[in-house]
């Protein structure tokens, strides 16, 4: 029964780093290599859903997944996603977006001619948090990367974006997280928990996607 644990379900998930840019040529970004997310997308994909991966620059090979939208910044990310959205059932957000973008890019190269540059950073919009916040929703799925109090951010995010499941993982140590190829996590949603402990991203991935698979079904009543 496992490979069609989500047959029929329409699943957008995002993942990658976002770029915004300071002017033609620079960017400020994060160092997401949207590895987990890829291997996520197809691992959901291998349960039966069919996957519109929307993704920020990697240097991955694109996962075989259903459809694919590639974007490099968050307000193209954010756009992306709400024009997809009312016609999915699953939301995973494993992108890494940048929080805040240059308030007004320079149309030019920036010359270095000053001693000090300020740019005016801008909120970008939360695209978890709006997902969640759609009546009806899919049922979303987020992601915490902290460095410490992992399980108490973590639930705090679950209640305060109000998304149903989320996988924490601790960055910042010797092991797993950004550029890694192993990683670790909790998994917390409304009622429970469970750890996934230190494995390779793609077994992560599929274990991951069986409990996602699982909860999906739960909530949507079997
Ligand atoms: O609040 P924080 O950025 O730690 O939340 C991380 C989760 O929210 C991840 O699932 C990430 O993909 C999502 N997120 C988002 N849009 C943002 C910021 C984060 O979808 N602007």
Known sequence: ????????????????????????????????????????????????????????????????????VQIETALEM???????????????????VTDYRPAAPAPTKIKKETEALTVELVRNPDILAEVAARRPAPFTVGFAAETDHLEDYARDKLERKGVDLIAANQVGGLVGGFERAENALTVLWRGGRKELPLMDKHRLARELALLIAERYRAHAGG
């Open 1 to 68: 029964v496992l490979p069609g644990l989500l047959a029929g379900v329409r699943a957008l998930v995002t993942a990658g780093p976002t770029r915004e840019p300071l002017d033609p040529v620079r960017f400020i970004g994060n160092r997401s290599s949207g590895r987990m997310g890829f291997a996520l997308a197809e691992a959901l994909e291998e349960l039966g859903a069919m996957v519109t991966l929307i993704a920020g620059p990697t240097l991955l090979p694109l996962p075989c997944v259903t459809k694919h």
């Open 78 to 96: 954010y756009k992306a996603v709400m024009a997809r959205v009312a016609e999915c059932d699953l939301f995973v957000a494993t992108a890494a």
